[in-house]
């Protein structure tokens, strides 16, 4: 073989590795666009519900908000659908002066009651009702269940809190009747709530805190409450000793007129007794000039 041929070899050596270069990066290339393609379509057909929550379907080409909710995990949608989650599980939201779960720096609230106002810490569980929520969403176009609760619903919980107390006095709401008052939140909150399409549950003034000026009224309060209830315990001592010396007359009157009727008894007795021997000290002997069936009968015994 000459030096030629060798030459040749070489070239469509390197012409087959060209062309197959070539291919892999023909194929890349197409390959690519195909897998973006395929991600996209993955993204805009497709929406992952959260684990408690639903989803409720904006369709821009089918009148709207849809009647149907999509379920937890992955669910199928067109590209020009949007999707926006509520919770339908139990949330616990906590309103408090310090910074707790789901609460800002400061999100304690401040209610009116008949005599004055207090500060408190709220604390409640909600959730969204499945079927309402193409309802809601319709209502509130574009927002998803959190933003409602955050923008909307906190606001209002303020107001709707205090048409419930300003109906205690501060010292109710503080001490005296909290389990009442939280028992009243919760049914008051879910009749205002219900337009909303959500449910609360334990809905509880956690902590209430009232100012130097209140907490000294409510002191002094407490106080003559305290010295009352002295009162009334004394008066009802006195009352239960009053009772229990009218019964202990009562009783004493009983037994004498017991006595009394067992002395008249007994004095009857005597005086027969007193009788008969007078009759007998007077009998002169004689035989009674009439006698009965019954030989205890004497007539004429003092002629």
């Not at 001490?175 to 028992?183: G, R």
């Not at 002169?284 to 030989?295: C, E, H, I, R």
Request: net charge neutral; charged share 30%; with cysteine.
């Amino acid at each position: 073989m000459g030096d030629n041929e060798v030459k040749q070899d070489e070239e469509v050596s390197k012409n087959k590795k060209d062309n197959s270069g070539n291919n892999i990066v023909k194929k890349i290339s197409i390959a690519i666009p195909l897998l973006a393609l395929l991600v996209i379509l993955i993204l805009t057909c497709t929406t992952t519900i959260k684990q408690g929550h639903v989803g409720a379907v904006y369709d821009r080409f089918k009148k709207g908000i849809q009647g149907y909710t999509l379920s937890e995990g992955i669910n199928f949608k067109t590209p020009w659908q949007s999707v926006n989650e509520f919770p339908v599980s139990i949330e616990t939201v906590y309103m408090s002066k310090d910074m707790r779960e789901g609460s800002e720096a400061d999100e304690s609230i401040l209610i009116s009651c008949n005599d004055g106002s207090l500060s408190a810490d709220l604390t409640f569980s909600y959730r969204f009702k499945t079927e309402d929520v193409p309802k809601v969403q319709r209502q509130y176009r574009g927002k998803g269940g959190q933003e409602i609760m955050n923008s909307v619903l906190r606001g209002q919980l303020r107001s709707w809190i205090s048409e419930v107390t300003k109906n205690y006095s501060t010292m109710e709401v503080h001490l005296t009747k909290k389990e009442v008052v939280n028992e009243k939140l919760t049914e008051h909150l879910n009749k205002k709530a219900e337009k909303y399409g959500v449910m609360f549950e334990n809905v509880s003034l956690a902590e209430t805190r009232a100012s130097k000026e209140v907490q000294a009224a409510i002191e002094k309060r407490q106080q003559i409450s305290q010295e009352v209830e002295q009162q009334r315990l004394q008066l009802e001592k006195a009352e239960i000793a009053k009772q229990a010396a009218q019964l202990e007359a009562e009783k004493k009157i009983i037994q004498a007129e017991g006595e009394k009727k067992a002395n008249e008894i007994k004095a009857q007795g005597l005086d027969e007794r007193i009788l008969r021997e007078q009759y007998i000290k007077k009998w002169d002997g004689k035989l009674p000039q009439v006698v009965g069936s019954d030989s205890s009968i004497l007539t004429n015994l003092g002629e």
